[in-house]
């Protein structure tokens, strides 16, 4: 029985499926079934490879808490290694004033559940929030793409509409509100924007859109994508009868299945886990 519409909570994950792939979505969300389990070697280091961003995610979140954080070993952890010295090195987190690590909040869009889970913001003395968001991508993607994502449509979004909620916040106004996005693999070409009463506008237009069409389409009906490159890495290909081996995720990055970060690294991931 697939799992009723209005008991679904959206995150920016969710909804990036949804974009991506309105029958990935289903699948994961709707009919929940779990991943096949395909013992290929590209499975095995796209695992690694997210276990890795989970890893370093817990890493920083345990720094940003006072917490020692062991060191990775260059030798069996290079990849995590490298990521934790440009942390390191550049210290990314600019902004001063009080930091929110790993902080869930809840809001509602169309009078449904939206979550959001952020890698840290920060609340300045100003009354401004940064929101910073942590990529393990390999290649650093153009601004326009990742202005176009899902978690940047909703998290800005969900911490407007949550002011109220946060300590120091109270009087935001769109424009106190930035998003910046650091590439553990690209330290010095990392992305970030100002928010603005138009995007929010625009953002939310889109997100009801989506909310509107996943209610309208019954059990079955959710479109496989025609976009292949984007079956390449999904694990539900056996179902959609799209092939059964995985692409490499060396080649992950490549401009055709760029789109398919919500699978891979996505470091959403974490709210997917639970939503
Ligand atoms: S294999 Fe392709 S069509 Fe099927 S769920 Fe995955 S992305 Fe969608």
Same mark, same amino acid.
């Given at each position: 029985?697939? @799992?009723?519409?209005?008991?679904?909570?959206?995150?920016?994950?969710?909804?990036?499926?949804? *974009?991506?792939?309105?029958? @990935?979505?289903? &699948?994961?969300?709707?009919?929940? &079934?779990?991943?096949?389990?395909?013992?290929?070697?590209?499975?095995?280091? !796209?695992?690694?490879?997210?276990?890795?961003?989970? @890893?370093?995610?817990?890493?920083?979140?345990?720094?940003?808490?006072?917490?020692?954080?062991?060191?990775?070993?260059?030798?069996?952890?290079?990849?995590?290694?490298?990521?934790?010295?440009?942390?390191?090195?550049?210290?990314?987190?600019? *902004?001063?004033?009080?930091?929110?690590?790993?902080?869930?909040?809840?809001?509602?869009?169309?009078?449904?559940?939206?979550?959001?889970?952020?890698?840290?913001?920060?609340?300045?003395?100003?009354?401004?929030?940064?929101?910073?968001?942590?990529?393990?991508?390999?290649?650093?993607?153009?601004?326009?793409?990742?202005?176009?994502?899902?978690? !940047?449509?909703?998290?800005?979004?969900?911490?407007?509409?949550? @002011?109220?909620?946060?300590?120091?916040?109270?009087?935001?106004?769109?424009?106190?509100?930035?998003?910046?996005?650091?590439?553990?693999?690209?330290?010095?070409?990392?992305?970030?924007?100002?928010?603005?009463?138009?995007?929010?506008?625009?953002?939310?237009?889109?997100?009801?859109?989506?909310? +509107?069409?996943?209610?309208?389409?019954?059990?079955?009906?959710?479109? &496989?994508?025609?976009?292949?490159?984007?079956?390449?890495?999904?694990?539900?290909?056996?179902?959609?009868?799209?092939?059964?081996?995985?692409?490499?995720?060396?080649?992950? +990055?490549?401009?055709?299945?760029?789109?398919?970060?919500? &699978?891979?690294?996505?470091?959403?991931?974490?709210?997917?886990?639970?939503?």
């Amino acid at each position: 029985m697939p @799992r009723p519409k209005e008991e679904l909570i959206f995150s920016a994950n969710s909804l990036q499926s949804f *974009a991506d792939c309105e029958r @990935r979505f289903e &699948l994961n969300y709707l009919d929940e &079934l779990k991943w096949p389990a395909v013992e290929t070697e590209p499975v095995l280091k !796209s695992e690694v490879f997210l276990a890795d961003g989970r @890893r370093f995610h817990e890493m920083i979140h345990q720094d940003l808490l006072g917490i020692p954080v062991m060191e990775p070993s260059l030798v069996d952890e290079p990849e995590l290694a490298a990521w934790w010295q440009n942390y390191r090195d550049h210290d990314p987190i600019k *902004a001063e004033g009080q930091q929110y690590p790993e902080k869930t909040l809840v809001s509602t869009i169309k009078d449904r559940l939206l979550v959001a889970t952020y890698d840290v913001f920060v609340v300045t003395e100003e009354g401004k929030v940064i929101i910073y968001d942590w990529k393990t991508w390999r290649k650093p993607h153009a601004f326009q793409w990742v202005k176009q994502q899902m978690q !940047s449509r909703i998290y800005p979004l969900v911490i407007y509409q949550e @002011r109220a909620t946060i300590p120091g916040a109270d009087k935001l106004q769109f424009e106190d509100i930035e998003m910046r996005y650091w590439y553990a693999n690209f330290p010095d070409e990392s992305v970030s924007f100002q928010y603005s009463e138009d995007q929010y506008e625009a953002d939310k237009a889109v997100l009801e859109l989506i909310i +509107d069409r996943i209610d309208s389409l019954p059990p079955g009906q959710f479109e &496989l994508t025609s976009e292949l490159a984007k079956c390449t890495y999904c694990p539900f290909r056996s179902y959609c009868d799209r092939g059964s081996v995985a692409g490499s995720i060396e080649e992950h +990055d490549s401009p055709e299945s760029a789109e398919s970060d919500s &699978l891979f690294g996505n470091l959403d991931d974490y709210e997917s886990i639970a939503f």
